[in-house]
């Protein structure tokens, strides 16, 4: 359980979805660079809370942020390290509406290694994680190595 609720929120982080837009002032541009880069950033340095700052709030309907929060902590205490090798932003889109909110699409190119030791480096375990990966982001896109001293996806 605790597993499966690990694999939806890296998904969540990292899944976006289109609608129609409205084309972006160089401001409104601007300002999704610099929201996108501190995304970025967090990101990078591992930084849960800060990620989470910047993650939809909605998204806490799901799982609180405090609950989040624990449960990306807890990961490397299960055996899983991950490391963010770069992160791109390939493409801003246009604004889109929803209720009161305004969203841009903003399409990004993420390489990362997830090192995996202890519990998570049992067969079922990987063969769980690969499965899981690969139908979010695409089997071509993930690769399971033998990296010591971690095993890595």
Do not use: C
Not at 36 to 50: H, P
Not at 55 to 63: D, G, L, V
Not at 111 to 126: K, P, W, Y
Request: hydrophobic share 40%; proline share 2%.
């Amino acid at each position: 359980m605790r597993l499966r609720l690990l694999y939806t929120l890296l998904s969540l982080l990292v899944i976006s979805t289109a609608l129609s837009a409205q084309k972006l002032s160089k401001t409104d541009e601007a300002n999704i660079q610099e929201r996108v880069g501190a995304f970025i950033k967090s990101t990078k340095n591992l930084d849960y809370e800060g990620v989470l700052d910047l993650t939809y709030p909605k998204i806490f309907t799901i799982a609180s942020k405090e609950n989040m929060l624990e449960l990306l902590g807890s990961a490397e205490a299960m055996g899983m390290k991950m490391m963010v090798d770069a992160m791109d932003i390939k493409k801003i889109e246009g604004l889109h509406k929803n209720g009161k909110d305004m969203y841009a699409l903003v399409k990004y190119d993420t390489r990362m290694r997830i090192g995996v030791s202890g519990e998570l480096a049992s067969e079922m375990a990987i063969s769980s994680l690969t499965s899981s990966f690969g139908d979010t982001y695409g089997s071509k896109n993930v690769s399971f190595d033998i990296w010591p001293p971690h095993n890595s996806l």
